[in-house]
């Protein structure tokens, strides 16, 4: 089935250990999101990559990195994760014409 | 700086019609999404604004008026299912997506 998936679906992480949230799409899109959640502050985006080896700062970038060595995959790194950084993270894709996204599931991650 | 602005919280009658309005102010205008977003999932889209005026979508309508920034998302029929969040999206002249912070539907038998 063509879509977005995520992994994990949730975790919890202590304070300063490393984290990759992985993504992946089968719809080759050229473009990829990673965004962050929080209640009442809407989506925000976190990182982007217009296309497979390229790769650019959001609204907000801190403590957060990704690489993009393919199409299908976006994964997204907290170096050392603090508790600010506890939010739902979704992946999203766009094929560059109509600028729709389409999103993964989300991610849950509480740094305790 | 740029901005959109959505209601945060709305109370509708199942069966009703319900108007979600939505302004935003950003750096250019390359067309505006609605999406929809129920609790714990992930945000679909609903419909794309490019062009001033409505586009009709079965029980989903969206008008959009580039001169005045602002936006309207129309619900007829209501049902329960259409408690959700309704999120407004604006891509700016560097083809990035400005949300809103969204608008959350309460659906009232």
């Known amino acids: 089935i063509a879509g977005i998936t995520q992994a994990p679906t949730s975790q919890i992480l202590a304070a300063g250990r490393r984290m990759t949230l992985r993504c992946t799409q089968d719809?080759?899109?050229?473009?990829m999101y990673w965004y962050r959640q929080d209640l009442g502050l809407g989506l925000r985006l976190i990182h982007y990559?217009?296309?497979?080896?390229?790769?650019g700062k959001g609204e907000v970038p801190d403590g957060y990195s990704v690489s993009r060595a393919n199409t299908d995959d976006f994964p997204l790194t907290l170096a050392s994760a603090v508790p600010s950084q506890t939010s739902v993270y979704f992946c999203?894709?766009?094929?560059?014409?109509?600028?729709?996204?389409?999103f993964g599931p989300g991610t849950r991650l509480t740094v305790l | 700086g740029q901005n959109i602005d959505q209601p945060t919280e709305m109370t509708a009658t199942e069966g009703a019609i319900v108007q979600i309005n939505c302004t935003y102010q950003?750096?250019?205008?390359?067309?505006l999404f609605w999406y929809q977003q129920h609790a714990g999932e992930a945000p679909t889209f609903l419909s794309y604004?490019?062009l001033d005026g409505l586009e009709e979508k079965g029980r989903f309508s969206s008008f959009l008026s580039r001169s005045k920034g602002y936006s309207y998302l129309l619900l007829k029929e209501l049902q329960m299912k259409d408690s959700a969040s309704y999120l407004c999206?604006?891509?700016?002249?560097?083809?990035?997506?400005?949300w809103g912070a969204g608008t959350k539907l309460i659906i009232k038998p």
């Open positions: 999203a894709s766009s094929d560059g014409t109509s600028n729709e996204q389409f």
């Open positions: 999206a604006v891509t700016d002249s560097n083809y990035q997506l400005i």
């Open positions: 990559s217009n296309t497979a080896g390229t790769t």
């Open positions: 604004n490019v």
């Open positions: 719809m080759r899109h050229n473009a």
């Open positions: 950003t750096s250019g205008f390359n067309g």
